[in-house]
């Protein structure tokens, strides 16, 4: 009985701790924890050229963590959730790895065929009414037309590297929840996944893209996942100045599953 009584105290104490660190969150990310943006934004913002978080050449963040990512693995499996036309995808497809994304914009998608002089084949995809999939089977990219909330294991396997840069960061902060599942959902069991995040003072700007404080990544995946900050950079320019901010730092986390061959 007495033992009964303890383990259902220590349950309190966790689930009341877990409360106060939500609501800590929360209160952290201030008025950008209320902030939605539909899909509709987006596409507009594709339709009007107002892409500025693209960028033209490969991510440093991504060129300088490669090998950490890899970890001495080849030929593998690459997830991009809300991928842009980032040219990130062919860079890794040229060095011989395999490329899924998600993206709503079918301008986007198809932008970014054109722009890389890859020609692409177009299909609708069963699974996701109104979705469709355009593949480049040569270099084996293939990019999902759809919400990525409508995106699951069951449509693409598992992968084994996954790059969010403009991704978590470009959800709606009241989705990270499920965006945190649906990506632990998708990593296979030597999954490497390299996340990009930003600290800024949310009072300054209002996204996107959104802050993402440490305290979040760590509460959204260390049930399941180890979670290593790699590097922490002062990312600020005249672009973040303009958005009104006097500081602005990136953060590189790798995060792996528990247990998993892929944690060291
Ligand atoms: N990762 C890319 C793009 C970042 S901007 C890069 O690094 O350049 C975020 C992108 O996500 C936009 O292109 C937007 O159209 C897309 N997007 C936003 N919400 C989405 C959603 N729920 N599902 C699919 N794509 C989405």
């Known amino acids: 009985m ?8 220590s349950l309190l104490c966790h689930v009341a701790a877990d409360r106060s660190a939500q609501v800590n969150i929360s209160r952290m990310l201030g008025q950008q924890a209320e902030r939605v943006m539909v ?22 963040m991504l060129e300088m963590n490669l090998d950490k990512v890899l970890n ?21 497809a040229d060095r011989g790895h395999s ?6 914009s079918e301008k986007g998608i198809r932008q970014f065929f054109e722009e890389n002089n890859m020609t692409f084949s177009e299909e609708p995809v069963p699974e996701i009414p109104g979705a469709k999939v355009f593949k480049n089977p040569e270099k084996n990219i293939s990019l999902y037309q759809c919400d990525l909330f409508q995106f699951s ?36 069991k030597d999954c490497r996944y390299l996340l990009d995040t930003f600290l800024y003072n949310p009072d300054q700007y209002q996204g996107p893209p959104f802050f993402v ?30 958005w009104g901010l006097d500081s602005f730092t990136e953060n590189i986390h790798l995060v792996t599953l528990k247990n998993s061959s892929a944690a060291n």
Request: charged content about 25%; hydrophobic content about 40%; proline content about 3%.
């Open 2 to 9: 007495r033992a009964t009584g303890a383990l259902f105290f």
């Open 39 to 60: 899909l509709g934004e987006w596409e507009e913002r594709w339709e009007q050229g107002r892409i500025g978080f693209h960028q033209p050449t490969v991510h440093k």
């Open 153 to 188: 294991s069951s449509i693409a396997g598992l992968f084994g590297a996954i790059w969010d840069r403009g991704s978590l960061v470009a959800i709606n902060p009241k989705d990270r929840e499920k965006y945190a599942a649906l990506i632990v959902s998708l990593m296979d």
């Open 213 to 242: 404080p440490g305290e979040q990544v760590k509460s959204l995946f260390g049930s399941s996942c180890n979670v290593e900050l790699l590097q922490s950079v002062d990312a600020l320019t005249d672009r973040q100045r303009d």
């Open 72 to 92: 001495g693995r080849t030929g593998v499996r690459f997830f991009f959730p809300l991928c842009g036309k980032a040219v990130d995808m062919k860079w890794l």
């Open 99 to 104: 490329v899924v994304g998600v993206e709503i």
